[in-house]
């Protein structure tokens, strides 16, 4: 069983930095796709940021295009998420999920393309 498991989350002002990370323990594939979500009080969970093993492309949400970047360690089998000029609107839960498939384009940001999730970790950007 494939577990990814997030840290990193916290209470941070406007125009802080943060970094997320997501281990993965289990069986996972030396190809695939993980990705970071996140879920907003109120709202769906929406996509954030993927990348792709072992090619390393990655995608990103129009809204932190510029501010937050994806990036793994295959050797500890971890992504991070490092989120720059956080803003109030980035206040979520934020979710690692991960597949062994290689996803095309058009299923990156789909939820249900990802077979493991974490439980998430919370993040507050507040003044």
């Known amino acids: 069983q494939v577990q990814p498991v997030e840290s990193g989350g916290g209470l941070v002002q406007p125009g802080d930095s943060l970094r997320l990370s997501c281990s993965a323990s289990g069986r996972t594939s030396s190809s695939g796709t993980r990705a970071w979500f996140r879920q907003a009080p109120g709202e769906e969970r929406t996509f954030v940021a993927s990348i792709r093993w072992p090619s390393g492309g990655t995608n990103y949400r129009e809204s932190v295009k510029g501010r937050f970047i994806i990036s793994r360690d295959s050797a500890l089998n971890t992504v991070y998420l490092q989120m720059n000029t956080l803003r109030p609107e980035d206040t979520a839960v934020y979710y690692c999920?991960?597949?062994?498939?290689?996803?095309?384009?058009?299923?990156?940001?789909?939820?249900?393309?990802?077979?493991?999730w974490g439980r998430g970790t919370q993040v507050t950007v507040s003044s």
């Open positions: 999920a991960l597949t062994n498939s290689r996803l095309i384009l058009s299923r990156l940001q789909d939820e249900e393309a990802y077979d493991y």
